[in-house]
């Protein structure tokens, strides 16, 4: 299993960017996937996830400090998951990692698979 993501780079507050998670070697669509970034000297934190079709259609999760600025998607014919980032602040600086799981919840405990992470600075 290979999850990669791409996207990242310096932005000034205020600015956008649209980060990318391409997976190979699993069923993508059986897989929920989410988003975690982390900062230096900090946890890895929860900035998002969108599961399987289930019951329900897909379900997107957010954490606090995202919601309403971030939004994340999925392309299942493409093995592709986004985050597309609008409004962004100095404190959005991190390493964002993509992961994968096939029961996840906002904890990265419960993910089975990890990207190596894409750098996303936010400075003027």
């Known amino acids: 299993v290979q999850l990669v993501e791409s996207g990242g780079g310096l932005v000034q507050p205020g600015g956008s960017l649209r980060l990318s998670c391409t997976a190979s070697?699993?069923?993508?669509?059986?897989?929920?996937m989410g988003w975690f970034r982390q900062a230096p000297g900090k946890e890895r934190e929860f900035v998002a996830r969108i599961t399987t079709w289930g019951w329900s259609g897909r379900i997107t999760y957010y954490g606090d400090s995202v919601k309403g600025r971030f939004t994340i998607s999925r392309d299942d014919a493409k093995n592709t998951l986004y985050l597309q980032m609008n409004n962004l602040r100095p404190e959005d600086t991190a390493v964002y990692y993509c992961?994968?799981?096939?029961?996840?919840?906002?904890?990265?405990?419960?993910?089975?698979?990890w990207g190596q992470g894409t750098q996303v600075t936010v400075s003027s």
């Open positions: 070697g699993l069923t993508f669509s059986n897989y929920d």
């Open positions: 992961g994968a799981g096939s029961r996840t919840t906002n904890d990265y405990a419960t993910y089975d698979y």
